[in-house]
């Protein structure tokens, strides 16, 4: 059974930083695509970065530069280091897994298994 549970949000002021964790179980990271996605109120969830079963990663233009996603393989853990956070990366951040796609999507409806999000919240 595959369980998606995050951790380390909270609220900062703009230019800090946070780390956010995703505890995954039955999840294989070396099969399954890895993504962060986040939804700001009021607005649709969009996606913010991918780890491939390569450890490939991906960004959005909105994080590029900012936001780091790694693997913790032994504890089988995924991250999202954000640096320099600003007001428009508040949101509920969420991590979701696609198990034996070919390819990672961007696309919210690939994915099957989410976790029940953190909330980030960056003050001017």
């Known amino acids: 059974q595959v369980q998606l549970v995050e951790s380390g949000g909270g609220s900062v002021q703009a230019g800090g930083s946070l780390r956010l964790s995703c505890a995954a179980s039955?999840?294989?990271?070396?099969?399954?695509?890895m993504v962060w996605f986040r939804q700001a109120p009021g607005k649709e969830r969009e996606w913010v970065a991918t780890?491939?079963?390569?450890?490939?990663?991906y960004y959005s233009d909105a994080v590029k530069g900012r936001f780091t996603i790694s693997k913790d393989s032994s504890g089988n853990t995924l991250h999202l280091q954000m640096n320099s956070l600003k007001p428009e990366d508040t949101g509920m951040y969420y991590c979701?897994?696609?198990?034996?796609?070919?390819?990672?999507?961007?696309?919210?409806?690939?994915?099957?298994?989410w976790g029940q999000g953190t909330q980030v919240t960056v003050s001017s």
């Open positions: 780890s491939t079963k390569y450890n490939n990663p």
């Open positions: 979701a897994a696609n198990l034996g796609r070919s390819w990672c999507s961007i696309v919210e409806s690939d994915y099957n298994y």
């Open positions: 039955g999840v294989t990271f070396s099969s399954a695509c």
